[in-house]
């Protein structure tokens, strides 16, 4: 488990490998850049060394290219991760300044964003994920873009990670407590698992 504190995100992640193995093949970025930040979460295809290898390729590409559109993002991975396994992978970049948040997603990282003001009428929006693989196969993508409030809180979760995880929990807890919690009682236990959790509290980076 790890906490970030980068404002205007709170953030808290934790993970679990294989059993069986050290190595995960399930990351994360978190890579702030000028008036916003990219969050991301890779599920490399498997598990172990390998799917490691993957994931930590892709994060290296994502960190180095973070103000970059998400699309973009996910055709650079794309590109470079060509002759891997490949992986499976979400993203999210947060504009401060204009309070608005742009996410994409290839696979089965899911993706989810819990509204704080209980009196909009959409509580959850849930992140439209593409079928594919990044450096394999990827069908035509589509990003959405959502005005964000403070309060308001992202979680992506790895296929090791239960879908129907306590969303209470997720939205009313400190990410870095919510993360730990939802882990032990979510975590599948078959396979890698992780949790990425960011609050925005508003302002600006």
Known sequence: MEKLATLPLECGIAGLAH???EASGDDYVHQPFHGGALIGVIDGVGHGAEAATVAKLACSILTSNAEQNVLSLIRLCHEGLRGTR???????????QDSLMTWVGVGNVQGILLRLDTAVSIQEECLLLRPGVVGSNLSPLQASVLPIAPGDTLVFATDG???NFDRSLARNQPPRRAVETLLIQHAKGND???????????GRA
């Open 19 to 21: 059993p069986g193995h």
């Open 86 to 96: 490949g992986a499976a992978m979400s993203l999210a970049s947060f504009n401060f």
């Open 161 to 163: 990670v239960q879908s």
């Open 192 to 202: 890698d698992a992780l949790i990425f959790i960011a609050r925005y509290v508003g």
